[in-house]
């Protein structure tokens, strides 16, 4: 079956720390591919997207994420993080033949220091 | 911007009632989904609809039963709500008929079942 693993559950950084989170797929087919991110008390909203094209996407407020088609990985990168991006994040994978089944990993949740 | 509304925020209901969850979004989007969050699980979806009076199972589908009489509204159902139907409830929209565009996510509904 299909699955989307995000490897770190829980992440704490100080401000102005680099991020990666990881993400993972188990679906060799045409993907597309989502990091949506659910600030404290809001709902969850999109933060980026990769359809086709240029691997590297950049989203809101700086991040950015990167489509390793070899290593089925989709992680999102922010160079310097803020108290602001304390949020949960999640990596979602559209099965890319039409089909309305999108598949969310377990989450990370992201607490920054100030 | 898309406004994906749901009726409740908080709800406890008890066991053995039939409980509705309501979903409105102002978009004129084709998709409308049902997911539950729970910790640690991410989202799984229940249900979705990619047209008035059409529904497909999602993952987890069994207990619950959905409705869409107009496109703008999609409905949750529980039959018969047992404790373990305790969770966060998120409703989403999306347009086109690919399935593929990101999702337009609603506040949650926090559900108790006691």
């Known amino acids: 079956a299909q699955s989307v693993s995000q490897h770190n559950h829980h992440v704490i950084l100080s401000e102005a720390a680099s991020l990666e989170l990881g993400c993972n797929y188990s679906?060799?087919?045409?993907?597309?591919l989502f990091w949506y991110v659910q600030y404290p008390g809001q709902h969850l909203q999109l933060l980026l997207k990769y359809f086709s094209g240029d691997p590297l996407v950049k989203g809101i407020k700086g991040f950015e994420a990167e489509f390793i088609k070899s290593k089925f990985s989709f992680n999102l990168r922010k160079p310097s993080v803020q108290w602001s991006d304390t949020a949960e994040y999640f990596c979602a994978v559209n099965l890319g033949t039409g089909g309305f089944k999108t598949i969310f990993g377990a989450g990370t949740r992201l607490f920054v220091k100030a | 911007d898309v406004k994906v509304t749901q009726s409740s925020r908080y709800l406890v209901k008890r066991t053995g009632e039939k409980v509705f969850l309501e979903c409105v979004q102002d978009?004129?989007?084709?998709?409308m989904f049902w997911y539950r969050q729970d910790p640690g699980l991410g989202l799984r979806l229940i249900y979705f609809?990619?047209?008035?009076?059409?529904?497909e199972k999602g993952d987890i589908p069994e207990g619950y039963s959905v409705s869409r009489e107009k496109k703008e509204r999609f409905s949750l159902i529980l039959e018969s709500a047992s404790t373990n139907q305790t969770s966060m409830y998120l409703c989403a929209s999306s347009w086109g008929q690919l399935g593929n565009q990101p999702q337009h996510f609603g506040d949650g509904t926090r559900l108790s079942i006691l």
């Open positions: 609809s990619y047209d008035v009076k059409m529904k």
């Open positions: 679906y060799g087919g045409t993907v597309n």
């Open positions: 978009m004129d989007h084709e998709n």
